[in-house]
């Protein structure tokens, strides 16, 4: 299945998101593949055997969030410059998230802009993070405060990888898909309902309606001014989490699941959702022994971390929230009391 990804004011942008279908990878250009140790010792020599390139260098980063820093980007763009590449090289991301962002970001600076593949190795990744071009690292400030859009040149999304996934893992990339189901899919979050994503079929299933979700999405807006800052739901509250915990005790998408928890809190506050939606949602995340409860010791300092947060802005936070299931609201103007004592639940 093929998943096109245009962009009508900038058509340059525009490429492919093939699914299931990657045969060969060929290209008249010095490439660098990014990856590491642990997609390499599972996935490398087999994937190799599909790239056909003028000349191939391979550069492994620690694996984890917490080196999605600047030190880690500069050992790509070292690689570069050792390896001598050109405006015309390509850089190829093959790992998950991690790999993908930081890929990317490179490929955005190296001698103001070189081309590059996704090809994610992970469900989070394949079903949201690879596709859309949103690139960035960490610091001790928060997640992805620094980074670019650059859309990449393709994006292969191949389930086969994601047979070698650790549950825990498995389990973060539901939660995207839980989220896009939630604002953006009744019949989509019902489906998950009763379908197990641990059958193969259902499960790439999934993924090609959850490109296609991102892809209507980004279309429509690239840089994230409008529409696709829904993508951030239950972000606002996971980014908080993740700084506040290093990066080190959950994986990204069990922060999103409890921050998908919290915003369902809120909505439920405001009347946007009924209490047995809530619980659907929250069901759903814990079937798949996703975490959806975090102890907040201070409220008030949870809530001054919102603002560190890119989502912000004016001095207002914005909150994405599903108005029941299959729609959403995009707020700014929730009282500062209303957050707090949804914060205030979680402190158990």
Known sequence: MIVDISFEAKKSNSYKVIIDELKEIKLETKVIVVTNP????????????????????IIQIPDGEKFKTLDTLNMILEGCFENKLDRKSTLIAFGGGVV?????????????????????????????????????????????????????????????????????EFSAGVAEIIKMAVTFDREFFEWLENNSLHVKENLAQAVKKCVQIKADVVASDEREEGIRAVLNYGHTFAHVIENQTAYKRY???????????????????????????????????????LPVSYKITSPEEFYEAFFLDKKSHNSKIKFILPHSIGNFEMRDDIPKETVIKTLGEYNA
């Not at 922060?255 to 619980?279: P, R």
């Open 100 to 168: 993908g962002d930081m890929t990317g970001f490179a490929a955005s600076i190296y001698q103001r802009g070189i081309d590059f593949i996704q090809v994610p190795t992970t469900l989070l990744s394949q079903v949201d993070a690879s596709v859309g071009g949103k690139t960035g690292i960490n610091n001790k400030f928060g997640k992805n405060l620094i980074g670019t859009f650059w859309q990449p040149r393709a994006v292969y999304c191949e389930t086969e990888f994601l047979k070698t996934l650790p549950q825990r």
């Open 38 to 57: 642990t997609v390499a010792k599972l996935h490398l020599e087999n994937f190799l055997k599909l790239l056909h390139v003028k000349e191939l260098h």
């Open 251 to 289: 994986l990204h998408g069990e922060a999103v699941a409890m921050g998908i928890d919290m915003a369902n809190s809120l909505a439920l506050k405001l009347g946007l959702i009924q209490e047995d939606e809530l619980l659907r949602i929250r069901n759903l995340l814990m079937r798949y022994n």
